[in-house]
Nanobody, 118 residues
Framework: QVQLVESGGGLVQAGDSLRLSCAAS??????MGWFRQAPGQEREFVAF?????SYADSVKGRFTISRDNAKSTVYLQMNNLKPEDTAVYYC????????????????WGQGTQVTVSS
């Protein structure tokens, strides 16, 4: 099966930045995306990239998604982090639409913890 290897999470203070990376083993997918899940909350859409990019309103202007197709890797640059960004972040890849729906992704990473202190 396709394996997604994530890295870059950690504990930071409000206003700091983090860059998450996720490498999909040996394949290229139409859509690569990021979702997050806070304790006791449902998993929510953060961003995706295919021929375009899209962001959740809560992160627009602060987060930037990008990809390196040669490395089958997707990145999430997170700037001006807020305590409400605290969550486990998951990368995912897929080929179906609409990409904001988590059910349209075929493979998922293990998740990486992002904790933002106030």
């Amino acid at each position: 099966q396709v394996q997604l290897v994530e890295s870059g999470g950690g504990l930071v203070q409000a206003g700091d930045s983090l860059r998450l990376s996720c490498a999909a083993s040996g394949r290229t997918f139409i859509t690569m995306g990021w979702f997050r899940q806070a304790p006791g909350q449902e998993r929510e859409f953060v961003a995706f990239i295919n021929w375009s990019t899209s962001y959740a309103d809560s992160v627009k202007g602060r987060f930037t998604i990008s990809r390196d197709n040669a490395k089958s890797t997707v990145y999430l640059q997170m700037n001006n982090l807020k305590p409400e960004d605290t969550a486990v972040y998951y990368c995912a890849v897929g080929s179906r639409f609409p990409p904001r729906d988590s059910r349209n992704y075929d493979y998922w990473g293990q998740g990486t913890q992002v904790t933002v202190s106030s």
